[in-house]
T-cell receptor, first 105, second 114 residues
């Protein structure tokens, strides 16, 4: 069974803080890693993809991948209230349960 | 470039009825996925096509569920003899196996079984 686990949250951070979201996966042969954001009642939208070990930065978002530890993370810098959503980790075609993030003004 | 299109967006049906959802993927995408999502959960993998071939099917998918992609373009997901537990959002997504296989979702089809 290929599993993707996320810290269940919910996670609450003040506006301007760094939000840290974590994900582990069970299939060591996994190739593709993604973070999606999902607002209530909407479908998931892609934030970032990462395929090789290390960090990948895109604006306020940084994804980190460690294949040896089977671990993926997402850092959101300068968090904004509009970042309040559920964040989904995806490994190949499988998704975690999501972490609900609330950014308080 | 249009995104993934799903139809209908909302469906209310009586228990025991059959329902069918249609998905039109992004035109150049050869892979198509179906997921089910309930409140507070992540998308649950149901099945996956590469072109017209159904390559993987979740064991969670009972024999009441069937999916097809007859010409490698649009896909249908049929649920027979619906049960209240089938109430969920059914998400279709597509990707291309060139360039990272990023999965893009449609808006989803909401099913309510009464």
């Amino acid at each position: 069974q290929k599993e993707v686990e996320q810290n269940s949250g919910p996670l609450s951070v003040p506006e301007g803080a760094i939000a840290s979201l974590n994900c582990t996966y069970s299939d060591r042969g996994s190739q593709s890693f993604f973070w999606y954001r999902q607002y209530s009642g909407k479908s998931p939208e892609l934030i970032m993809s990462i395929y090789s070990n290390g960090d990948k930065e895109d604006g306020r978002f940084t994804a980190q991948l460690n294949k040896a530890s089977q671990y993926v993370s997402l850092l959101i810098r300068d968090s904004q209230p509009s970042d309040s959503a559920t964040y989904l980790c995806a490994v190949d075609m499988r998704f975690g349960a999501g972490t609900r993030l609330t950014v308080k003004p | 470039d249009t995104g993934v299109s799903q139809d209908p967006r909302h469906k209310i049906t009586k228990r025991g009825q059959n329902v069918t959802f249609r998905c039109d993927p992004i035109s150049e995408h050869n892979r198509l996925y179906w997921y089910r999502q309930t409140l507070g959960q992540g998308p649950e993998f149901l099945t996956y096509f590469q072109n017209e071939a159904q390559l993987e099917k979740s064991r969670l998918l009972s024999d009441r569920f069937s999916a097809e992609r007859p010409k490698g373009s649009f896909s249908t997901l049929e649920i027979q003899r619906t049960e209240q537990g089938d109430s969920a959002m059914y998400l279709c997504a597509s990707s291309s196996d060139r360039g990272g296989n990023t999965i893009y979702f449609g808006e989803g089809s909401w099913l309510t079984v009464v």
